[in-house]
């Protein structure tokens, strides 16, 4: 189990569609758990195999409550194949974008196909806030940000000012 570093954007590794995987071997199996190591110590309850810089279609989910169990889940090569015309807003976050909080409108429930570590075909409908990060994450191996949901200047101006956080991070490791 090991914890990977964040891609931070802009980089572009976020804005890239990640590649469908061929065969669930041992790489994704360790892939799978070190995003899900990654996404604990953040903390986070999602991530995409692209926040870690693996251009590969794999997302990790938990996004059960601080005081329920943990309830992990892998998708590989996921698909949302139904979306409710009913939406929900979500002030949204992301571990790539640190710091940056904006409310975004999305279908209120998914339906989502994907192949789980056993290889198995799986289907699983949700809604709340597992709904909303499940689409968050799939935009992630599509290339798509939540600030792309943003308006043009709103978008423009977090670009800048990541760009801004970017560089100064870069100043304080070199020092
Ligand atoms: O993909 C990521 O960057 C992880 C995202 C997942 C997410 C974003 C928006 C809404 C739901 C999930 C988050 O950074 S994980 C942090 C977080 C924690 C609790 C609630 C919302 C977001
Ligand atoms: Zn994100």
């Given at each position: 189990?090991?914890?990977?570093?964040?891609?931070?954007?802009?980089?572009?590794?976020?804005?890239?569609?990640?590649?469908?995987?061929?065969?669930?071997?041992?790489?994704?199996?360790?892939?799978?758990?070190?995003?899900?190591?990654?996404?604990?110590?953040?903390?986070?309850?999602?991530?995409?195999?692209?926040?870690?810089?693996?251009?590969?279609?794999?997302?990790?989910?938990?996004?059960?409550?601080?005081?329920?169990?943990?309830?992990?889940?892998?998708?590989?090569?996921?698909?949302?194949?139904?979306?409710?015309?009913?939406?929900?807003?979500?002030?949204?976050?992301?571990?790539?974008?640190?710091?940056?909080?904006?409310?975004?409108?999305?279908?209120?429930?998914?339906?989502?196909?994907?192949?789980?570590?056993?290889?198995?075909?799986?289907t699983v409908e949700y809604g709340g806030l597992w709904a909303t990060c499940v689409q968050h994450e799939v935009d992630h191996l599509n290339g798509k940000l939540f600030?792309?949901?943003?308006?043009?200047?709103?978008?423009?101006?977090?670009?800048?000012?990541?760009?801004?956080?970017?560089?100064?991070?870069?100043?304080?490791?070199?020092?």
């Amino acid at each position: 189990m090991a914890m990977q570093p964040l891609v931070i954007a802009p980089d572009p590794r976020l804005k890239k569609v990640c590649a469908p995987v061929d065969a669930i071997d041992d790489d994704i199996k360790r892939l799978a758990r070190d995003m899900l190591d990654t996404m604990y110590k953040a903390p986070g309850i999602g991530l995409a195999a692209c926040q870690i810089g693996v251009l590969k279609q794999v997302l990790v989910m938990d996004c059960a409550g601080k005081d329920q169990p943990p309830e992990p889940m892998v998708m590989v090569n996921p698909k949302v194949t139904w979306s409710s015309t009913e939406v929900a807003t979500y002030e949204e976050g992301c571990l790539s974008i640190p710091d940056i909080y904006c409310e975004v409108e999305r279908p209120e429930r998914v339906t989502v196909a994907y192949t789980d570590l056993e290889g198995a075909a799986q289907t699983v409908e949700y809604g709340g806030l597992w709904a909303t990060c499940v689409q968050h994450e799939v935009d992630h191996l599509n290339g798509k940000l939540f600030i792309d949901y943003l308006s043009t200047l709103k978008r423009n101006m977090i670009l800048r000012k990541m760009r801004k956080l970017k560089s100064e991070r870069a100043k304080d490791e070199a020092e």
